[in-house]
Structure formats: structure tokens, C-alpha cells
């Protein structure tokens, strides 16, 4: 059986500096997985007819338009070394991409950039990463900002790690599955990474709710560290028995998982495959979530799997 391409969307519309950056970065990072998996790329672009050029009358034709994104699209494909095959199409980039992610012949996953907004003005402009990432049901690789720019050479690597955030709990199940599934197709290391402030700060709040005074705190924060490295332990065991060596790091310093999930992505790895549950919209403009703070952060492509795929 064939294996699935790789959909790699992206705005080839803009030419400005940082949109040459994105492009550069996004087409590094479907190179080297399509190399590594074995496998074809489909590359998308998706025309918004919101720009089409109006200025002066008759100037433009869009047979022309069309035409010219065409070209632009095939000299950007003939530019990986893997098989390439080029879709131009009109309308949503996020609907489009969705639309092919539903196929029957749905892609091994989706690569796509994104600027970063933030706050009000990113809500009203909306995100199409954050779109296809809450709707897709197939894992999507988002290059972030930082990414962008530091645009690193992960091919060169000697040995291929890639980082596993985890909340032990089932928002994480379906991206530890795909991580196992990567990294043995891959040949990659893996690491396990939990950061245990986010429960021992809950374990505080409730206490002081409660009116109970916690003269047993320190016990208690014990208790969850042994709980949480027993866990990473056998969640470590099954990757090594089905061959992919694998370690893990429990975080207990006064780190919150946004904060700390960043600062691991630093020790050298190739990929993050992390999962989200995929909250809404509104909540996510206005107070960020793990997943979206370490595809803004992280120096390396961020693959994010929904808790539902």
C-alpha cells in the first residue's frame, strides 16, 4: 500500500520577507519528513478572491491571475526533492485544506505557517493554522515565528529526537500514539517531558478554597511526583518495547507547562508532537494555550494531534 502525501499549504501570494522566510522554513520541514517517511508532497494554494487586484480597470484579467499563481505554484514544487503534485484552488485557505483533510485519500498530515497573531487583532483576522488544528482529525505541523526565522537544518542531525509534552492524561493519548508511530518510521529518540507545577499549583488552590490548611503540602507534592514519574516510566517502557528508545523528564520546578514546554524545546530536538483538546476560539485569543505558546516559541516544527483523532 502507497504511502500518504504530505499536504504542505502555503500563501505563495506573498512576497514580502517574512512570507519568503515562512515559505523557506515550511518547505525545509515537509522536505525532510516527506524524505525520512517516504513519501510524496501535495502542495495547495488557495486563492482569496478578497485580493484580487481592483485597481485600475481592465489592468487585470483573471485568467492572468490564475495563470500566474499556477506557474508560481509549479516552480515552487519543482523545487523539492521528493514527488510534488500541485493544487490551485479559490476560496478559505483553512476551508480548502479541511476539505482535502476530509478525502478519502486524506494526507499522512498537513504543514502549514503561521504569523502569530495575538490578541483582539487576531481574532478578528482569524488564523488558518488555528482553524485547520481545531477541525483537522489528521496530526498538523505548524512552523511558528521563531521556527521561521531560526529556520534550523534538522536534517544534519546524527540522531532525530523529538520532544513529547504530556499531561499523563487523555488530551496526550493520540499524540503519544502518533509520536510511537513517527519516530519508528523515522528512526528517531524520544522524550517524554511533564511538567508537575500545573498540578501541584491546583493541589494548592483547592486547599486554600477549602479552608483546609496544608501543613502536608510538602508530602503531597511528593506523592504527585512519585505518581507522575511511576506513569512516565511505563508510558516509556511501552515505546521501548516496540523498539524506539525513549527517556523521560519530569519538570517540578515553579514552571508553569506554557514556560516549560518552551524552555525543553531548546535541548536540540528535531520535532514536538503534542496534543490539544481544542478549545474555542474566543478562549484561546485572549488567554493562549500550551499548544499555541509552544508553536509560537519553539525553534523546531510543532506537530499538533486533537485528543479526538
Request: net charge positive; charged share 20%.
Amino acid at each position: 500500500m502507497p504511502q500518504r502525501s504530505i499536504l504542505v499549504a502555503d500563501d505563495i501570494e506573498n512576497q514580502t520577507d517574512s512570507g519568503k522566510r515562512r515559505s523557506q522554513a515550511i518547505g525545509s520541514a515537509a522536505s525532510f519528513l516527506a524524505q525520512r517517511l517516504k513519501t510524496g508532497i501535495d502542495l495547495l494554494y488557495s486563492e482569496d478572491l478578497k485580493a484580487y487586484p481592483s485597481g485600475k480597470p481592465g489592468s487585470f484579467r483573471f485568467p492572468a491571475w490564475h495563470s500566474a499563481h499556477q506557474q508560481r505554484l509549479e516552480a515552487l514544487g519543482s523545487q523539492f526533492t521528493v514527488p510534488v503534485s500541485c493544487f490551485l484552488k479559490s476560496g478559505s485557505p483553512a476551508e480548502q485544506i479541511l476539505k482535502v483533510l476530509r478525502s478519502r485519500s486524506a494526507p499522512e498530515l498537513v504543514v502549514v505557517g503561521t504569523q502569530g497573531r495575538k490578541g483582539v487583532k487576531r481574532l478578528l483576522l482569524g488564523s488558518v493554522a488555528e482553524e485547520v488544528i481545531r477541525h483537522s482529525k489528521r496530526p498538523v505541523m505548524v512552523i511558528g515565528p521563531t521556527a521561521q526565522e531560526m529556520d534550523r537544518d534538522i536534517s544534519g542531525q546524527k540522531q532525530q529526537k523529538i520532544l513529547v509534552p504530556t499531561d499523563l492524561g487523555k488530551n496526550s493519548r493520540a499524540a503519544e500514539r502518533y509520536a510511537l508511530s513517527l519516530a519508528k518510521r523515522m528512526g528517531a529518540s524520544v522524550t517524554l517531558f511533564h511538567c508537575l507545577w500545573d498540578s501541584i499549583y491546583a493541589i494548592m488552590v483547592n486547599t486554600a478554597y477549602s479552608g483546609m490548611a496544608a501543613f502536608n503540602i510538602g508530602e503531597i507534592i511528593a506523592e504527585s511526583r512519585d505518581d507522575a514519574v511511576d506513569a512516565m516510566k511505563r508510558k516509556a517502557g511501552f515505546f521501548q518495547k516496540h523498539g524506539v528508545p525513549c527517556g523521560y523528564k519530569v519538570e517540578d520546578k515553579a514552571l508553569t507547562s506554557l514556560c516549560a514546554v518552551s524552555q525543553e524545546c531548546e535541548s536540540g530536538y528535531s520535532l514536538v508532537v503534542m496534543g490539544t483538546h481544542g478549545r474555542n476560539a474566543m478562549l484561546n485569543a485572549f488567554f493562549g494555550s500550551t499548544a499555541r505558546e509552544t508553536i509560537l516559541n519553539a525553534a523546531v516544527p510543532v506537530i499538533v494531534v486533537h485528543s479526538g483523532r
